[in-house]
């Protein structure tokens, strides 16, 4: 089997794609340009995060990184009320967890096309999972360690997320625990900064997600170890 190439960058005419797709969004439209996108989008999109998975293994030793996820461009509209068959980006992950995504952390997540998205860490938390985050962020020693990694992750640019982040503290817990920000969220991710104009289109892309990956990395494991 032949080795797959390195990351070289994402065409400059990659972008087209999607603005194509955004107005045609037809089935038929898409099976007749699906060699484009399998080009110009999946096939460097694996190729970069292969690469940042090689380049976070001192990051996560110990921790298996699963290999490269690229999600289906194709929605789910079963319950939306926006019918369009497809997505305008294409988003790929590197999972932390041998389970399912949803329960497993990102060391990355990576999301290209009309929106461009780059971060790491828990989406939403499982039930267990954030009974388990909420006794370990109220606990003073683990807790106070989580505060410390995320302050860091803040003052390198990034942002702290969730899928859902409650108005108040859960009841039960002390509405002026001095993590009380963090016990409102139902998850923990690490929104990156702003990929810099026209990056994705140079090798040096691999190297800028593997470094911000490399910063979010303790807060990541800090989870995968007392939460995951």
């Given at each position: 089997?032949?080795?797959?190439?390195?990351?070289?960058?994402?065409?400059?005419?990659a972008p087209g794609f999607?603005?194509?797709?955004?107005?045609?969004?037809?089935?038929?439209?898409?099976?007749?340009?699906?060699?484009?996108?399998?080009?110009?989008?999946?096939?460097?999109?694996?190729?970069?995060?292969?690469?940042?998975?090689?380049?976070?293994?001192?990051?996560?030793?110990?921790?298996?990184?699963?290999?490269?996820?690229?999600?289906?461009?194709?929605?789910?509209?079963?319950?939306?009320?926006?019918?369009?068959?497809?997505?305008?980006?294409?988003?790929?992950?590197?999972?932390?967890?041998?389970?399912?995504?949803?329960?497993?952390?990102?060391?990355?997540?990576?999301?290209?096309?009309?929106?461009?998205?780059?971060?790491?860490?828990?989406?939403?938390?499982?039930?267990?999972?954030?009974?388990?985050?909420?006794?370990?962020?109220?606990?003073?020693?683990?807790?106070?360690?989580?505060?410390?990694?995320?302050?860091?992750?803040?003052?390198?640019?990034?942002?702290?997320?969730?899928?859902?982040?409650?108005?108040r503290v859960p009841r039960?817990?002390?509405?002026?625990?001095?993590?009380?920000?963090?016990?409102?969220?139902?998850?923990?991710v690490l929104g990156f900064?702003?990929?810099?104009?026209?990056?994705?289109?140079?090798?040096?892309?691999?190297?800028?997600?593997?470094?911000?990956?490399?910063?979010?990395?303790?807060?990541?494991?800090?989870?995968?170890?007392?939460?995951?």
């Open positions: 089997m032949r080795a797959m190439a390195g990351f070289t960058g994402f065409s400059k005419s999607f603005h194509q797709l955004a107005v045609e969004m037809s089935r038929e439209w898409f099976h007749a340009n699906k060699q484009v996108y399998e080009q110009e989008w999946v096939a460097p999109m694996t190729a970069l995060l292969g690469e940042v998975r090689t380049k976070l293994a001192a990051p996560y030793r110990g921790v298996p990184l699963a290999e490269p996820k690229v999600f289906r461009i194709q929605r789910d509209v079963r319950f939306a009320k926006d019918k369009s068959p497809y997505k305008t980006t294409i988003g790929a992950l590197l999972s932390t967890g041998k389970g399912p995504v949803m329960e497993s952390g990102a060391a990355l997540y990576v999301q290209l096309g009309l929106e461009e998205y780059a971060g790491a860490g828990f989406y939403g938390f499982t039930p267990e999972q954030l009974a388990r985050w909420r006794k370990k962020v109220a606990a003073d020693k683990t807790g106070k360690e989580l505060a410390g990694l995320v302050a860091a992750a803040r003052k390198a640019g990034m942002t702290l997320d969730a899928h859902d982040v409650l108005a039960g817990l002390d509405p002026e625990h001095p993590r009380a920000e963090l016990l409102r969220h139902k998850g923990c900064p702003a990929i810099p104009r026209g990056l994705i289109h140079k090798p040096a892309f691999s190297a800028w997600l593997a470094d911000q990956a490399k910063r979010a990395a303790p807060v990541v494991r800090w989870v995968q170890k007392h939460v995951a």
